[in-house]
């Protein structure tokens, strides 16, 4: 016996049963192919109820054995050239009597504008605590 056409109400009741895998049939897809509005309520049932697919033994061993070991971490030694770099500059700065006169200079922006002088040590020691965190981690 041919297939005969379904209108929306037909189709809309069939759709759990051919989302339960039953057989659709000629008349349910033609009317899929047909009616926007009932292809979008077949597509939104489909997707408010994903089938359930069996994970296979052992899948996530062999998916996280086939990842790359992870890099080794370069920021213990960006701080140690940091701080080498500092301890150079300082040296320097020390050795010529640039530090004097640049604790001079800060001295007198200290005394001129305490509220910036605050922020730039609260910047600077915020730093600081980063910087050693991050060495931890």
Do not use: K, N
């Amino acid at each position: 016996m041919p297939d005969r056409t379904l209108d929306c109400a037909e189709f809309r009741a069939r759709i759990d049963g051919f989302l339960a895998g039953a057989e659709a049939g000629a008349a349910f897809e033609a009317h899929a192919a047909e009616c926007g509005q009932c292809l979008e309520r077949l597509l939104d049932a489909a997707l408010a109820h994903p089938a359930e697919a069996p994970v296979p033994a052992g899948f996530a061993a062999r998916t996280l054995a086939r990842l790359p070991a992870a890099a080794p971490s370069v920021l213990p030694y960006a701080i140690a050239a940091a701080c080498l770099l500092f301890a150079l500059l300082a040296a320097w700065a020390l050795h010529t009597g640039l530090l004097f006169d640049a604790g001079r200079w800060l001295a007198g922006i200290v005394a001129r504008r305490p509220v910036l002088a605050a922020i730039a040590a609260f910047e600077i020691g915020g730093s600081f605590v980063w910087a050693w965190r991050a060495a931890r981690t």
